[in-house]
């Protein structure tokens, strides 16, 4: 799987989740501060995440993963299996 | 009577309460207006439970929202929201809007919210048990509480229209939507508030809480559903379980005429009471109904003559109906027969805590209209009942006071009192 298939798919799920539009889920973008995504949300879609990629996202790293960015490198990094 | 000093307003007279705004979602319709045309045409809510989840529930009937709340909000706004907050903010919206409010109208200091569930988020509840016992407690969704808490839908009202005078949700089954309104007359007059969103909302149709009123044998087993929810008939069995919500705008009257509000009719009084009695069967001879209804006419500085129509509880169950008609006649004695009484749960059955706030909310229509809509199914008057019960055809109704019953398990007894606008 691509830095890009992450990328695309960390998009739908916010997108379904949080509303935020595809497009706008670029790895810049702080999921807090520019994503408007509130701490309900981001649990969510960290479980989504796990189920979508089969990875696991464990509440201590989930507190790291600040950006968009972030998830991406981390899912890919904890996802080599995939 | 002594007041305490915020109970006057500025002028140094008592604070007056109306009603300026309307809102509702019912298996009747997805609005208000829609509500009260079919139950000025007698027309049922209730239908067939088709869903598989029903097959083998001794009760396969209920009154289902005509309009998916769904359907009316944002997806990702739905998303995280009970089915019964979504009916709350339906109601809400439409009652802020026909209140001709927006945003910014109110000051957030000076705006409450009063809106009851009786059971609060159970739909939540039971899908998310079946997440945890099928996929593990790291499934479990992070809305979960604030989804299943009763406070839940007065929660969604208060962000919605950014209230921070009080966010309310008082609890007592089938009287929870009344018991919120009164809760408001009492913050308006006591001047914690200048506007108050007050009501009711509910959303527990699915197979544990069908299951568990049958077994108290208080649901209706009659297998044409039209014809299932018929209040004061001889041949009822039970409520029909309902869906939906209905809240109102509520406002010192000081407050909706310096805004130039259009003003539907006054709050004047509210009876609270307990009967103390049995957890579920109403007292017998309907004393602890009849104290709320005296209690309320008393708050309001009414006589029973006054009384020209009674919207009364009546849910079709065999016991309660009669207790409340002998309550009525207590409470309002030679006076009784000026008084015409419907029994809106015919068409509507029985939302529960949002029972209490949609009848509150006919009661202000027919007071507005005059008009009263009349009692479905009633082909065999019980003769226990001796009402002036409408029946087949809409009545007209003198301006005067109206009375509007709520009662719930748990022996509560709520009685809210309007008074056609001046």
């Known amino acids: ?82 | 009577m002594t007041l305490p000093s915020g109970a006057r307003s500025t002028t140094g007279a008592p604070r007056t309460v109306v009603i300026t705004g309307l809102g509702a979602t019912t298996p009747l319709g997805g609005d208000l207006p829609s509500t009260w045309d079919a139950l000025l045409a007698g027309r049922s809510g209730i239908g067939r439970l088709d869903e598989e989840w029903a097959a083998d529930l001794p009760v396969r009937i209920a009154g289902q929202a005509a309009v998916d709340p769904q359907a009316q909000l944002d997806r990702v706004e739905a998303r995280t929201l009970d089915r019964s907050q979504q009916f709350a903010l339906v109601a809400a919206r439409e009652a802020w809007r026909d209140a001709g409010l927006g945003a910014d109208s109110v000051d957030p200091e000076r705006l409450a919210v009063a809106v009851a569930s009786g059971i609060g988020g159970i739909l939540t509840l039971l899908a998310q048990y079946d997440v945890l016992r099928e996929r593990g407690a790291r499934r479990v969704s992070p809305h979960l509480v604030p989804m299943l808490m009763p406070n839940g839908p007065a929660a969604t009202v208060g962000l919605e229209l950014v209230a921070r005078a009080g966010v309310h949700a008082p609890v007592s089954a089938c009287a929870s939507g009344a018991e919120a309104i009164a809760l408001a007359l009492d913050l308006l007059r006591a001047g914690r508030a200048d506007v108050i969103v007050a009501g009711g909302a509910e959303a527990a149709i699915t197979a544990l809480p069908i299951a568990g009123f049958a077994s108290m044998r208080a649901l209706s087993t009659r297998d044409e559903p039209e014809a299932a929810s018929r209040p004061y008939d001889k041949g009822r069995d039970g409520f029909v379980l309902s869906e939906g919500a209905a809240t109102l705008v509520l406002e010192t009257e000081e407050h909706a005429r310096a805004r130039g509000a259009r003003i539907y009719a006054e709050l004047i009084g509210a009876g609270i009471t307990a009967d103390s009695h049995h957890v579920a069967a109403p007292e017998p001879t309907g004393a602890g109904a009849a104290r709320a209804m005296a209690l309320a006419m008393k708050d309001a500085a009414i006589t029973a003559s006054d009384v020209v129509h009674v919207n009364a509880h009546a849910t079709s169950t065999p016991l309660g109906d009669i207790a409340e008609a002998q309550a009525i006649r207590t409470a309002l004695g030679n006076a009784t027969d000026n008084a015409c009484v419907t029994a809106t749960k015919s068409c509507t059955g029985h939302l529960l805590g949002a029972a209490g706030a949609l009848e509150a909310a006919v009661t202000v229509l027919a007071l507005q209209n005059k008009t009263v809509p009349p009692v479905r199914n009633l082909d065999d008057p019980d003769d226990d009942v001796s009402l002036d019960v409408v029946r087949m055809t809409p009545r007209q109704l003198p301006r005067g006071v109206a009375l509007s019953n709520s009662f719930g398990f748990g022996g509560h007894n709520v009685t809210l009192a309007f008074r056609s606008n001046s």
């Open chain 1, 1 to 82: 799987m691509t830095e890009q298939d992450i990328l695309n798919g960390l998009a739908t799920i916010v997108n379904e989740i949080a509303g935020v539009p595809v497009g706008d889920v670029t790895p810049t973008k702080s999921f807090i501060d520019d994503l408007d995504v509130d701490s309900l949300a981001m649990v969510e879609i960290a479980t989504a995440a796990e189920d979508h990629f089969g990875v696991r996202i464990p509440d201590d790293d989930l507190k790291d993963l600040r950006t968009v960015g972030d998830a991406v490198a981390y899912i890919e990094k904890a996802g080599v299996a995939v």
